[in-house]
């Protein structure tokens, strides 16, 4: 369904995705795990359309998108969850999924639709629909931010740490809503430190180490690989 191949992207004269391939099949969860400043974000970034790539290709369902502008691409079928969320603190919750198709050219009807079932797979964001987004807590901005991304309905969907900052109570509620998606179609590129629970979820993995992938493979066989424990299960 994506398939990135030899990626080089540089921030001026830092070099922070070098020579990256990968793929992800439909149906499929895959996984890109890293330490912190591995280059993962920027890999997703550059997916959706959000920075310039300086070499290398990025085909979605055989199309080339390198070229074509982030609106549009989400309007192909991917979207993506930010790391650390980025929810509209200001705006309510409403307003917040209102967003997420924004850029979708679709009837008003097909995006109360799209709110409904958001609202039936996170009975806590309907409770507080009028309320700001600020007042939520992690978890449920977490829900939120994850209730706008599918607000344009996507194919692919990425998730930037999804994890992060969140109680395990909440990251269990998270990866649940995870796993239920791909049952509805939905596959799914996911970043994530936390390796344990990515690799757990996931069904192919890549290991990213200063902007290259130094190890792929199913998540089972990395989850047993000893240099994945030691470096990253905290074996
Ligand atoms: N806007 C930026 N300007 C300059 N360097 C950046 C910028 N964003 C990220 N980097 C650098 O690029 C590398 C990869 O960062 P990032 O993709 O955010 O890593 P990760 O998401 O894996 O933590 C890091 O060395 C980081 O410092
Ligand atoms: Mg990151």
Known sequence: MLKVSNLNIYYDH??????????????KIVCLIGANGAG???????ISGLLPIRSGEITFKDKSIIKSKPHLITHMGIAQVPEGRRIFTN?????????GSYAIKDSLQNKEKEIKRIYERFPILKER?????????????????IGRALMSRPKLLLLDEPSMGLSP???????????????EGVTILLVEQNANIAL????YAY???TGRIVKSGTSEDLMNDPDVKVAYLGA
């Open 14 to 27: 830092i070099h922070a995705v070098k020579d990256l391939s990968i793929e992800v099949e439909e149906g």
């Open 40 to 46: 993962k974000t920027t890999t997703l970034q550059s």
């Open 91 to 99: 705006l309510s919750v409403l307003d917040n999924l209102k967003l």
């Open 129 to 145: 629909s009028n309320q700001r987004a600020g007042t939520l807590s992690g978890g449920e901005q977490q829900m939120l931010a």
């Open 169 to 183: 109570i909440y990251v269990e509620t998270i990866f649940e809503v995870i796993e239920d998606l791909i049952h």
């Open 200 to 203: 757990s979820i996931s069904d």
């Open 207 to 209: 290991v990213l180490e």
